[in-house]
């Protein structure tokens, strides 16, 4: 047995030297979805979920059905919560001192700020999907 055939028995090709040898590896793929999913089970963690939830709801990269369901059970209410609120200061102003009344708007001010940034969440993703949705149909996928 030669050399060659001690270093590559199973090798018919004896002009062949261990340097020739190739090893072809496929490069690593990236990850599509570089952020580590969070479970939810601390504080934390569920905020950190709310958020995401939010960031692609305002950036339009979710399905049309998600945006409606998000209109109906959480934009509706947020808008009826304001109205609600607004109508409590407008009758308030009626009969009050003004430092009551001041201090009245201030403490319902706070209550529309939750609702209004949800509002506004829903607005911009839903904005977000009808640009998007109209340069497909122009034919300009940016």
Request: proline share 8%.
């Amino acid at each position: 047995m030669t050399q060659n055939e001690e270093r590559y028995p199973f090798d018919s090709d004896q002009s062949k030297t261990w340097y020739n040898l190739r090893v072809n590896i496929p490069p690593e793929l990236p990850n599509p979805y570089p952020d580590i999913l969070p479970s939810g089970f601390e504080p934390m963690e569920v905020i950190q979920l709310r958020g995401r939830t939010y960031r692609n709801l305002a950036t339009g990269r979710i399905p049309w059905w998600i945006i409606i369901t998000s209109w109906l059970f959480e934009g509706i209410p947020s808008v009826l919560f304001i109205i609600l609120v607004l109508s409590g200061i407008l009758l308030a102003f009626a009969g009050l001192f003004i430092i009551d009344f001041l201090l009245f708007v201030l403490s319902q001010g706070f209550a529309i700020f939750v609702p209004a940034i949800v509002i506004c969440i829903l607005l911009k993703g839903t904005m977000a999907k009808m640009g998007k949705s109209r340069r497909h149909r122009q034919g300009k996928h940016i």
